[in-house]
């Protein structure tokens, strides 16, 4: 059965701590890993897509790499406004499963 | 980037009501599109899939009669809830892919059944 862990379900940060956090995956047939930010009360919005194991993708404070069996995203130097549910997603025959998410709160 | 707009963002309505759902691409066109629930502090779960141009497919355990879905043209997708009760009260939210590398969501739409 396909899986999506990630972990931890919530982390808190001091403004400029730097952290990772983690998704691990069991799925056949992977097409790839996603990688949102979802704010209270609001749709998931798009941050990465990975294909392959060794691929990184970076966009401003957050960088997200994959492997075989896991993926990271790491908040660098992270800002009071990168407070959000990080969730990420593995498409599995044209379909997104998700994890459960990260809650990530950043204390200035 | 591509956006995809959901309406209405919360709607309130009485048990034994139906409530419509509209989920639309902006500026592109989507031949599939995809709705999720979401409880609070719990992952998104994949209700169906919406085929313009035919029927929807449903997941496992999702009630077709209940949760009836129409993908009319290529940029409209609705979800309705018929007969609404309580349980069903959620955060619903539709998704449609643009090619292969990325998929775009709307803002969701917090429905309390009272």
């Known amino acids: 059965e396909d899986q999506v862990t990630q972990s931890p379900e919530a982390l808190r940060l001091q403004e400029g701590e730097s952290s990772s956090l983690n998704c691990s995956y069991t799925v056949s047939g992977l097409r790839g890993l996603f990688w949102y930010r979802q704010d209270p009360g609001k749709g998931p919005e798009f941050l990465f897509t990975l294909y392959s194991a060794g691929e990184e993708k970076e966009k401003e404070r957050l960088k997200a790499t994959l492997t075989k069996k896991e993926s990271f995203l790491h908040i660098t130097a992270p800002k009071p406004e990168d407070s959000a549910t990080y969730l990420c997603a593995v498409a599995s025959w044209g379909k997104l499963q998700f994890g459960a998410g990260t809650q990530v709160v950043v204390t200035p | 980037g591509a956006v995809v707009s959901q309406h209405p963002s919360r709607v309130i309505c009485k048990s034994g009501t139906s409530v419509k759902i509209e989920c639309r691409s902006l500026?592109?066109?989507?031949?599939?599109m995809f709705w999720y629930r979401q409880f609070p502090k719990q992952s998104l779960m994949l209700m169906a899939t919406?085929?313009?141009?035919?029927?929807?497919?449903?997941e496992q355990g999702v009630e077709k009669d209940k949760f009836l879905i129409n993908h009319a043209s290529l940029t409209l997708s609705t979800l309705t809830v018929t007969s609404a009760h309580p349980e069903d009260s959620s955060f619903y939210i539709c998704s449609a892919p643009q090619g292969p590398t990325e998929a775009f969501f709307g803002q969701g739409t917090r429905l309390t059944v009272v």
């Open positions: 919406s085929n313009e141009g035919s029927k929807a497919t449903y």
């Open positions: 500026d592109f066109q989507a031949t599939t």
